[in-house]
């Protein structure tokens, strides 16, 4: 039966394709896809892990024999019993097997994508008892799990499963060829999406997350349709449901009729044609009808993506969220060299354009993968992350600077430092640039000459731009976070995501002044935060005297499309009656 779930549009286009649930396990497991060659080993490692969960109960059940009644209650030999039959489960086994040799999913995928099939028909159950056997399930799988964890995949490039392209026809005549696949999870942490960005699926799905949540810009940075904080969806759809997503209504449609998919079909066909279209802007210049040379850069995640701003016409990195890098790794955060590595490599691949580096930003909804989602804070946002993080790890910190300083050595590099306040935070942040630069000179390490920028992401940094402009080359403004912290509303959380306001008079307030103070002291500016890649306010930014836009690499050319069409003598008067209005979205819509 067809039916409709909505949540918020974050990343344009359409997405049709089968839907792959990702299980909420409490254990952090990887989600790749195995080569044909792998999968005996890949059931194989499942097998080991639950052969070792096995023995470890007959263990315990000999131990509670020994024990005697008195010491080990009856009940808990049961429950051992009812672990070993659930662990010899026929659905489970042959389950996992289906999810590695059909889908090629890793082990730990499979063992988790089951689970997620059990649980609801267990949820689905009249009888308590056996509902409560739900529970276990989870734990014995959990168990195997950890088991396996010891024994990682041999696999060590996450390897890529090319799709076959295919009409809507084919897709629904033929179920056995590769089809397009649609993640559907409750949340995925930026770990996880770092995973998915090298992997083959063509749309998401998650229950949480806002507009400017993780999910949705690297879903963005990815250019693949995305709905988030679509509530239940991950209860609602079930494994292989066939799925349309319309990333730019936000809607999700399960299980279309054939007429619904036609429809969706063409809107896809549509959409290609338009970025077709774009393409021919490729090579032109951004320059406005009266002649103003706007500078549009890239946001990236990974050095490999300064490819992908190179091919949009990116003049730059405006933001690379060196932060990705130290995702993912259990805990085990990239050394100097490493890190070198990958800078270098960001630069090296941009080709003499500049790189903005920015220090990590971890913390709130970016947790390195070992911290369980900063539960223990009571106010994640508003806690240490980003610079707070850095300066509270000062060895940390100074490697990553003497990491970006020698990556400086290879051609032009910005370092900008996020979520700056405080007076004390910018003498701490100087003091450690001076004493990394200090450290390689002793060592005889070359380095290289670096512009310094701010992120302006805290209402009080807008509000204090005498200090920053005294101690920084250019400044950054963080929209994303400055909406956030301007209205109170956490911009992960989709029930407040209808408060979240980029056209609020007093974000514009803080974004128009920092420009305008930029400006009249000589100093660069740009937007890197979601606005900046958003065309319905190209205009406006560029009336308020912006120049400078960084973006994802996709949405470059729809941007560059609405300067050429800008007049900006026009519109900067036009700006100011949107900056005093009461109402701006209302003033921007009448142009
Ligand atoms: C921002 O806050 O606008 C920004 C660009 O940083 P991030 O989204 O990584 O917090
Ligand atoms: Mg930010």
Known sequence: MTFAIHGLAVSRGIAIGRAVLVASSRVDVAHYFIQSPQIEA????????????????????????RMGPKEA???????????????????????????????????????TTQLEVIARQFDEMED?????????LEQIVERVLRAMKGA?????????RPLRKQSQQDLLLDDTVDVPLVLVAHDLSPADMLQFKQSVFAGFITDVGGRTSHTAIVARSMDIP???????????????????????????????????LAEYGFKQRQGELERGRLQRLLHTPAITMDGERVQLLANIEMPEDAELALKAGALGVGLFRSEFLFMGRQGKLPNEEEQYQAYK????????LPVTIRTVDVGADKPLDDSPRDEAHL????????????????AMFLTQLRAILRAAAHGQVHLLVPMLAHAREIRQTLAHIDHARAMLDNRGVVYGPVKLGAMIEIPAAALSLKLFLKHFDFLSIGTNDLIQYTLAIDRADESVAHLYDPLHPAVLQLVANT???????GKDVSVCGEMAGDTTLTRLLLGLGLRSFSMHPAQILAVKQEVLRSDVSRLAPWAQTVLESEDPALQLRRG
Do not use: F
């Open 345 to 352: 490599r960001a630069v090296e691949g941009m080709k003499g």
């Open 379 to 394: 106010n994640p946002a508003l806690g240490l992350r980003a610079i707070r993080w850095s300066l509270a790890d000062p």
């Open 128 to 136: 308590a008892y056996l509902r409560e056997r739900k529970a276990d």
């Open 515 to 521: 420009i305008a103070e930029c400006r009249a002291q």
């Open 152 to 160: 990682d995949s041999p696999i060590a490039t996450h390897s890529q």
């Open 42 to 65: 890949e059931i194989e490692r499942v097998r080991a892990g639950r052969d070792a969960v096995a023995e470890e109960i007959r263990r315990l059940q000999e131990s509670i024999i």
């Open 73 to 111: 209650p009856h009940e808990l030999g049961a429950l051992l019993e009812v672990h070993l039959m659930l662990l010899q489960d026929v659905e489970l086994i042959s389950g996992v097997k289906h999810w590695i040799t059909e889908r090629l999913y890793n082990a730990e995928w499979a063992l």
């Open 226 to 260: 995305a709905v988030v904080g679509a509530r239940t969806s991950s209860q609602l759809v079930r494994q292989d449901d066939w799925v349309i997503i319309d990333g730019d209504a936000g809607v999700i449609i399960v299980d279309p009729s054939p007429i619904i």
